[in-house]
Protein backbone atom coordinates (compact mmCIF):
# COMPACT_ATOMS: atom_id res chain seq x y z
CA UNK A 1 0.00 0.00 0.00
CA UNK A 2 1.26 3.58 -1.00
CA UNK A 3 1.38 5.81 1.83
CA UNK A 4 1.64 9.53 0.46
CA UNK A 5 3.90 11.47 2.89
CA UNK A 6 5.43 15.41 3.09
CA UNK A 7 9.69 14.57 3.55
CA UNK A 8 11.89 17.12 4.58
CA UNK A 9 14.54 19.12 2.20
CA UNK A 10 17.24 17.60 3.35
CA UNK A 11 15.73 13.86 2.78
CA UNK A 12 15.53 15.20 -0.89
CA UNK A 13 18.95 16.78 -0.80
CA UNK A 14 20.15 13.02 0.45
CA UNK A 15 18.16 11.47 -2.66
CA UNK A 16 19.49 14.39 -5.76
CA UNK A 17 22.47 14.88 -4.26
CA UNK A 18 24.31 14.55 -1.27
CA UNK A 19 24.30 16.76 2.58
CA UNK A 20 28.01 16.85 2.51
CA UNK A 21 28.66 19.96 0.10
CA UNK A 22 32.50 19.12 -0.27
CA UNK A 23 31.16 16.23 -2.48
CA UNK A 24 30.38 16.19 -6.09
CA UNK A 25 27.27 13.57 -6.86
CA UNK A 26 26.55 11.57 -10.17
CA UNK A 27 23.28 10.78 -11.40
CA UNK A 28 23.86 9.19 -14.91
CA UNK A 29 21.48 8.11 -17.53
CA UNK A 30 20.94 6.19 -20.60
CA UNK A 31 17.71 6.35 -23.09
CA UNK A 32 16.02 7.41 -26.31
CA UNK A 33 14.67 10.20 -28.25
CA UNK A 34 11.59 9.19 -30.61
CA UNK A 35 9.81 12.13 -33.38
CA UNK A 36 6.01 12.36 -32.80
CA UNK A 37 4.60 13.68 -35.53
CA UNK A 38 0.56 13.90 -35.79
CA UNK A 39 -0.19 11.46 -39.16
CA UNK A 40 3.73 9.65 -39.14
CA UNK A 41 4.45 6.84 -37.48
CA UNK A 42 7.38 7.47 -34.72
CA UNK A 43 11.02 7.75 -36.06
CA UNK A 44 13.58 6.19 -32.90
CA UNK A 45 16.38 9.21 -33.85
CA UNK A 46 18.89 9.32 -31.08
CA UNK A 47 19.94 6.85 -28.12
CA UNK A 48 21.40 9.47 -25.31
CA UNK A 49 23.68 8.84 -22.08
CA UNK A 50 24.35 11.89 -19.66
CA UNK A 51 25.59 12.83 -16.41
CA UNK A 52 24.38 15.65 -13.72
CA UNK A 53 27.46 16.59 -11.52
CA UNK A 54 25.86 18.14 -8.19
CA UNK A 55 26.95 19.73 -4.90
CA UNK A 56 24.27 21.59 -2.17
CA UNK A 57 25.18 23.98 0.32
CA UNK A 58 22.98 24.41 3.27
CA UNK A 59 22.03 28.15 3.67
CA UNK A 60 19.42 28.38 6.69
CA UNK A 61 17.56 25.67 8.69
CA UNK A 62 17.11 22.85 6.07
CA UNK A 63 17.40 25.23 3.36
CA UNK A 64 19.77 24.18 0.65
CA UNK A 65 21.74 26.15 -2.45
CA UNK A 66 21.81 23.31 -5.53
CA UNK A 67 24.49 23.71 -8.32
CA UNK A 68 24.95 21.24 -11.06
CA UNK A 69 26.40 20.91 -14.57
CA UNK A 70 24.92 18.22 -17.18
CA UNK A 71 25.86 16.69 -20.11
CA UNK A 72 23.92 14.60 -22.40
CA UNK A 73 25.12 12.89 -25.59
CA UNK A 74 23.17 11.93 -28.68
CA UNK A 75 24.09 8.90 -30.08
CA UNK A 76 23.90 6.74 -33.39
CA UNK A 77 20.46 4.70 -32.76
CA UNK A 78 22.55 1.94 -34.74
CA UNK A 79 26.03 1.97 -32.96
CA UNK A 80 25.61 3.46 -30.17
CA UNK A 81 28.52 6.06 -30.59
CA UNK A 82 28.47 9.99 -30.65
CA UNK A 83 27.18 11.55 -33.32
CA UNK A 84 29.01 14.20 -34.69
CA UNK A 85 27.01 15.09 -38.01
CA UNK A 86 22.93 14.51 -38.62
CA UNK A 87 21.35 13.99 -41.49
CA UNK A 88 17.76 15.11 -41.27
CA UNK A 89 15.64 12.61 -42.67
CA UNK A 90 12.78 15.13 -43.00
CA UNK A 91 14.87 18.00 -45.15
CA UNK A 92 17.99 15.60 -46.33
CA UNK A 93 20.36 18.50 -45.08
CA UNK A 94 23.41 17.05 -42.69
CA UNK A 95 23.92 19.79 -39.97
CA UNK A 96 26.32 19.39 -36.52
CA UNK A 97 25.20 17.93 -33.74
CA UNK A 98 25.34 20.54 -30.50
CA UNK A 99 25.40 17.97 -27.39
CA UNK A 100 23.70 18.95 -24.25
CA UNK A 101 26.25 21.12 -22.15
CA UNK A 102 24.22 23.14 -19.22
CA UNK A 103 26.42 25.08 -17.22
CA UNK A 104 25.19 25.95 -14.62
CA UNK A 105 21.54 24.35 -13.62
CA UNK A 106 20.69 25.64 -10.33
CA UNK A 107 17.73 25.87 -7.85
CA UNK A 108 16.49 25.98 -3.85
CA UNK A 109 15.80 23.48 -2.08
CA UNK A 110 13.26 23.76 0.94
CA UNK A 111 9.79 23.30 2.42
CA UNK A 112 8.56 19.86 2.17
CA UNK A 113 8.54 17.59 -0.83
CA UNK A 114 5.76 15.14 -1.77
CA UNK A 115 6.70 11.57 -2.21
CA UNK A 116 5.18 8.39 -2.50
CA UNK A 117 6.23 5.64 0.65
CA UNK A 118 5.85 1.75 -0.15
CA UNK A 119 7.32 0.32 2.13
CA UNK A 120 11.13 -0.43 0.96
CA UNK A 121 10.91 1.97 -1.66
CA UNK A 122 10.30 5.97 -1.18
CA UNK A 123 9.74 7.23 -4.82
CA UNK A 124 9.87 11.55 -5.35
CA UNK A 125 7.54 12.23 -8.08
CA UNK A 126 7.71 15.60 -10.64
CA UNK A 127 5.95 16.83 -13.06
CA UNK A 128 7.40 19.90 -14.13
CA UNK A 129 5.76 21.56 -17.31
CA UNK A 130 8.06 24.75 -18.31
CA UNK A 131 6.60 27.50 -20.25
CA UNK A 132 8.55 30.75 -21.61
CA UNK A 133 9.75 33.06 -23.64
CA UNK A 134 11.68 31.45 -26.43
CA UNK A 135 14.98 33.38 -26.27
CA UNK A 136 15.83 32.18 -29.70
CA UNK A 137 11.91 33.24 -31.16
CA UNK A 138 11.95 37.29 -32.06
CA UNK A 139 14.98 36.87 -33.99
CA UNK A 140 14.92 36.11 -37.80
CA UNK A 141 18.32 34.85 -38.37
CA UNK A 142 17.08 31.64 -36.13
CA UNK A 143 13.77 31.27 -38.00
CA UNK A 144 15.25 28.16 -39.30
CA UNK A 145 16.01 26.59 -36.70
CA UNK A 146 13.82 27.24 -33.66
CA UNK A 147 10.95 30.01 -34.75
CA UNK A 148 8.37 29.41 -31.91
CA UNK A 149 7.68 32.54 -29.72
CA UNK A 150 7.05 30.20 -26.54
CA UNK A 151 9.73 27.35 -25.30
CA UNK A 152 7.23 24.28 -24.11
CA UNK A 153 8.43 21.17 -22.80
CA UNK A 154 6.68 18.68 -20.24
CA UNK A 155 9.62 16.66 -17.44
CA UNK A 156 8.76 13.74 -16.01
CA UNK A 157 10.68 12.67 -13.19
CA UNK A 158 10.61 9.28 -10.81
CA UNK A 159 13.51 9.19 -8.19
CA UNK A 160 13.13 5.44 -6.40
CA UNK A 161 15.44 5.37 -2.83
CA UNK A 162 15.57 2.99 0.00
CA UNK A 163 12.92 4.62 2.48
CA UNK A 164 15.55 3.50 4.97
CA UNK A 165 18.31 5.47 4.30
CA UNK A 166 16.02 8.46 4.00
CA UNK A 167 15.74 8.26 7.99
CA UNK A 168 19.33 7.21 7.96
CA UNK A 169 21.42 10.51 10.25
CA UNK A 170 24.57 8.56 9.34
CA UNK A 171 23.99 8.73 5.53
CA UNK A 172 24.73 12.12 3.92
CA UNK A 173 23.75 10.12 0.56
CA UNK A 174 21.57 7.33 -0.49
CA UNK A 175 23.40 4.29 -0.71
CA UNK A 176 21.19 3.78 -4.46
CA UNK A 177 18.82 5.54 -6.83
CA UNK A 178 16.73 4.52 -10.07
CA UNK A 179 15.57 7.37 -12.14
CA UNK A 180 13.18 7.64 -14.59
CA UNK A 181 13.49 10.66 -17.07
CA UNK A 182 10.66 11.04 -19.53
CA UNK A 183 10.07 14.17 -21.51
CA UNK A 184 8.10 16.01 -24.73
CA UNK A 185 9.97 18.81 -26.26
CA UNK A 186 10.28 21.13 -29.36
CA UNK A 187 12.54 20.27 -31.76
CA UNK A 188 16.00 20.81 -30.93
CA UNK A 189 17.54 23.81 -32.96
CA UNK A 190 20.14 22.85 -34.24
CA UNK A 191 18.17 20.00 -36.06
CA UNK A 192 17.27 22.56 -37.97
CA UNK A 193 13.48 21.72 -38.78
CA UNK A 194 12.33 25.39 -38.69
CA UNK A 195 8.46 25.22 -38.06
CA UNK A 196 7.67 21.66 -39.12
CA UNK A 197 4.70 20.36 -37.08
CA UNK A 198 5.74 17.34 -34.50
CA UNK A 199 7.50 17.19 -31.11
CA UNK A 200 10.60 14.90 -29.74
CA UNK A 201 10.01 12.32 -26.66
CA UNK A 202 12.54 11.32 -24.84
CA UNK A 203 12.29 8.08 -22.52
CA UNK A 204 15.78 7.65 -19.90
CA UNK A 205 16.14 5.70 -16.96
CA UNK A 206 19.35 6.22 -14.75
CA UNK A 207 21.14 6.01 -11.23
CA UNK A 208 23.00 7.30 -8.71
CA UNK A 209 26.91 6.11 -9.07
CA UNK A 210 29.87 6.74 -6.20
CA UNK A 211 31.79 8.46 -8.05
CA UNK A 212 33.33 9.54 -11.77
CA UNK A 213 35.25 6.69 -12.47
CA UNK A 214 31.43 4.61 -12.68
CA UNK A 215 30.45 6.66 -15.54
CA UNK A 216 30.22 5.07 -18.85
CA UNK A 217 33.76 4.60 -19.99
CA UNK A 218 33.11 7.18 -23.48
CA UNK A 219 31.70 9.46 -21.09
CA UNK A 220 34.88 9.49 -18.49
CA UNK A 221 36.88 9.64 -22.00
CA UNK A 222 34.79 12.78 -22.73
CA UNK A 223 35.16 14.49 -20.06
CA UNK A 224 38.74 14.06 -19.27
CA UNK A 225 39.64 14.92 -23.31
CA UNK A 226 37.08 17.58 -24.07
CA UNK A 227 35.22 19.09 -21.35
CA UNK A 228 37.06 18.67 -17.67
CA UNK A 229 34.80 21.18 -15.67
CA UNK A 230 31.99 18.41 -15.99
CA UNK A 231 34.43 16.40 -13.71
CA UNK A 232 33.17 18.32 -10.61
CA UNK A 233 29.78 20.05 -9.53
CA UNK A 234 30.53 24.11 -9.13
CA UNK A 235 32.29 24.82 -5.18
CA UNK A 236 30.01 27.46 -4.91
CA UNK A 237 26.40 28.36 -5.92
CA UNK A 238 26.85 30.68 -8.98
CA UNK A 239 25.79 33.80 -9.75
CA UNK A 240 24.44 32.99 -13.47
CA UNK A 241 21.38 32.29 -15.46
CA UNK A 242 20.53 28.40 -16.07
CA UNK A 243 21.76 27.23 -19.15
CA UNK A 244 19.40 25.79 -21.68
CA UNK A 245 20.39 23.88 -25.20
CA UNK A 246 18.22 26.97 -26.52
CA UNK A 247 20.45 29.55 -24.83
CA UNK A 248 23.89 27.64 -25.72
CA UNK A 249 22.49 27.51 -29.42
CA UNK A 250 22.18 31.44 -29.07
CA UNK A 251 25.37 31.47 -27.31
CA UNK A 252 27.37 29.24 -29.84
CA UNK A 253 25.27 29.65 -32.96
CA UNK A 254 28.64 30.81 -34.93
CA UNK A 255 30.97 27.80 -34.08
CA UNK A 256 27.68 25.60 -34.91
CA UNK A 257 27.93 27.19 -38.46
CA UNK A 258 31.48 27.12 -38.90
CA UNK A 259 30.63 23.16 -38.39
CA UNK A 260 32.64 22.82 -34.74
CA UNK A 261 32.56 19.57 -32.47
CA UNK A 262 30.32 19.99 -29.68
CA UNK A 263 30.46 20.58 -26.80
CA UNK A 264 33.01 22.96 -27.30
CA UNK A 265 36.45 22.28 -25.15
CA UNK A 266 35.84 23.36 -21.61
CA UNK A 267 38.87 23.58 -18.90
CA UNK A 268 38.25 23.31 -15.61
CA UNK A 269 37.53 26.08 -13.26
CA UNK A 270 35.21 27.22 -10.53
Known amino acids: MTNHQELDAHQWVKTRSSLDPGKSTF ?12 GENRKL ?5 GVSVSRC ?28 LW ?14 ANNPVQGKFQGKFPAQVEGDT ?52 VS ?27 SAAGSKVTDFTQLPVFLQDEINTRVPLYK ?14 WLYFQKHFQAYLAGAIFPLPEAEGL
Open 176 to 202: HLRLSWDRIGQWLPWMKMGDRPGYLIY
Open 122 to 173: TTFVFDIFPTYPNPLGANPKFAEYSPYPIYQASELFKLAVPTVDLFNSQLDS
Open 232 to 245: EAPKAFLDAEDMTS
Open 45 to 49: LFKIS
Open 57 to 84: FPTAQDNWDFTSRELTYYLSPQTGEILR
Open 87 to 100: ENPWTGETVPVMHV
Open 27 to 38: LTWTGKIYSFIP
